[in-house]
Antibody
Framework: QVQLQESGPGLVKPSETLSLTCAVS?????????WAWIRQSPGKGLEWIGS???????WYNPSLKSRVIISVDTSKNQFSLKLTSVTAADTAVYYC?????????????WGQGTKVTVSS | EVVLTQSPATLSLSPGERATLSCRAS??????LAWYQQKPGQAPRLLIY???NRATGIPARFSGSGSGTDFTLTISSLEPEDFAVYYC??????????FGQGTRLQIK
């Protein structure tokens, strides 16, 4: 069974960088599939942040592209999110997820989510 | 960017009744539409992918239909555990992948 687990600080100061990691178990990232970060806030609902392939190819939401970096570490079987210059609008629950080839590239496995608050 | 509009925003029904949820896209997404269920404090759960295919382990009472711009999620006979928020997602024209704003299915 594929499992994903987000980790990182729950509180980030405005203008600083939000950094999260998603550890994957039960499946090797090197085997394929796309991996994604998604966030959910009361004001904006569910928002796709970006995706990465095991090769390192990335795709970002144009609305966040200038502030987002997603990277993958196949040796640790994990991928990461960095979001720079955060503001209160970036306060949300952040999820990592897999886009499964066998499910039409929908997000088929999700982490439990981690709440990140941007506040001084 | 493809905008997905879900209706109604809130649907109040009783267990045993049939639920019909709608998702309309601002442009054709072919059949590249998925449906999710989310309960409080939980991540979304994939129900339907590619408009009409049930994901593994999803009960047969859940069905999806539609193509192009108009899609429907139907729950044939509501069980108590079905009361939740439902979202649609499109992956036809990306980036960005986009979600609808959700339909809250509540007990009447």
């Amino acid at each position: 069974q594929v499992q994903l687990q987000e980790s990182g600080p729950g509180l980030v100061k405005p203008s600083e960088t939000l950094s999260l990691t998603c550890a994957v178990s039960g499946y090797s990232i090197s085997s394929g599939h796309y991996w994604a970060w998604i966030r959910q806030s009361p004001g904006k609902g569910l928002e796709w942040i970006g995706s990465i392939y095991h090769s390192g190819d990335t795709w970002y939401n144009p609305s966040l592209k200038s502030r987002v970096i997603i990277s993958v570490d196949t040796s640790k079987n994990q991928f990461s999110l960095k979001l720079t210059s955060v503001t209160a609008a970036d306060t949300a629950v952040y999820y990592c997820a897999r886009r499964g080839a066998s499910t039409g590239f929908a997000f088929d496995f999700w982490g439990q989510g981690t709440k990140v608050t941007v506040s001084s | 960017e493809v905008v997905l509009t879900q209706s109604p925003a809130t649907l109040s029904l009783s267990p045993g009744e049939r639920a019909t949820l709608s998702c309309r896209a601002s442009q054709s997404v072919r059949n590249y539409l998925a449906w999710y269920q989310q309960k409080p404090g939980q991540a979304p759960r994939l129900l339907i992918y590619d408009a009409s295919n049930r994901a593994t382990g999803i009960p047969a009472r859940f069905s999806g239909s539609g193509s192009g711009t108009d899609f429907t999620l139907t729950i044939s006979s509501l069980e108590p555990e079905d009361f939740a928020v439902y979202y649609c997602l499109q992956r036809s024209d990306w980036p960005p992948i986009t979600f609808g704003q959700g339909t809250r299915l509540q007990i009447k």
